[in-house]
């Protein structure tokens, strides 16, 4: 019989650019106050739950690192073992980074704005290397294996994605251990789209709220038994009406 894998995915808490509604991608914010009850929060329906992690993977921001620690702490699993990862990150938002959400709706249009923030593989424009927003000499990206992004499609974050998830998180999964990958609204939804099998079309429709563990069973092969099940079904639903509708306001 093999043994049971169990993967939850947890979007860090609102940040202090969520709160600002600014397009955060690669910069490095912290979470803000609410975004700490958030990741609390999302600890203890984990505890509660019975369902408890055994080895973590975070990206290399420090919004997800920090809603790990706090949540981990609140299920008093601050101990297990870590491993981040820089293919792990928010989507580069390429020049929207820094930008107002709303104003940008209202610069270009309905139409480019969700393009941009929603489909499937058009990058926004690259960002200068010059920009205060950049993070090409950001020390935390100097041994990352080609060039630090300037921008990013949903298609280049699955492509950068998958091969952490296959040499990583499947190997912890495939030695039975529970798995606890705290990360982003983008390359949660590029993983959610590979798990899922959501068509490139489709994925625009899919928002993750923050601070809500998602959490899967799996195959043998690695596919989802059922549905991923929100810990919170009802706050989820209304975070993820929250982020879809960012820039309407
Ligand atoms: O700004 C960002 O990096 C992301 C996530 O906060 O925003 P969006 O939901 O617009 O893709």
């Known amino acids: 019989m ?20 600014l397009f955060t991608g690669w910069v490095d914010v912290r979470l803000t106050e ?7 929060r999302g600890g203890e329906l984990l505890a509660e739950s ?5 080895v973590l993977h975070t990206s290399l921001l420090s919004r997800a690192i920090q809603t790990a620690d706090i949540a981990l702490d ?18 580069h938002y390429g020049a929207l980074q820094g930008k107002d959400k709303a104003q940008t709706l209202e610069e270009f249009g309905p139409e480019q704005f969700q393009l941009w923030r929603r489909s499937f593989d058009v990058p926004p424009p690259p960002l200068d290397d010059a920009s205060e927003f950049s993070q090409v000499n950001d020390p935390r990206y100097a041994h990352i ?3 630090v992004p300037r921008t990013e499609s949903l298609k280049l974050v699955i492509d950068r994605l998958l091969p952490y998830w296959e040499t990583a998180i499947v190997p912890d999964l495939e030695a039975g251990k529970t798995v606890l990958v705290t990360a982003h609204g983008n390359s949660l939804r590029g993983l959610v789209k590979h798990l ?16 809500i563990p998602l959490v899967y069973e799996l195959d043998e092969n690695n596919a989802p038994t059922g549905p991923g099940r929100y810990l919170d079904p009802e706050a989820a639903a209304a975070g993820a009406a929250a982020v879809a509708a960012q820039g309407k306001k």
């Open 50 to 54: 019975g369902i408890l992690p055994d």
């Open 74 to 91: 609140a299920a008093d699993r601050l101990w297990i073992p870590v491993t981040r990862s820089w293919r792990l990150n928010e989507r």
């Open 2 to 21: 093999t043994a049971k894998r169990t993967l939850i995915l947890l979007r860090h808490g609102q940040s202090e650019w969520n709160e600002l509604n």
């Open 34 to 40: 609410q975004g700490k009850g958030e990741a609390r």
């Open 196 to 211: 899922e099998g959501i068509s490139d079309d489709d994925i625009a429709g899919l928002n993750i709220p923050t601070g």
């Open 145 to 147: 294996d080609g060039e």
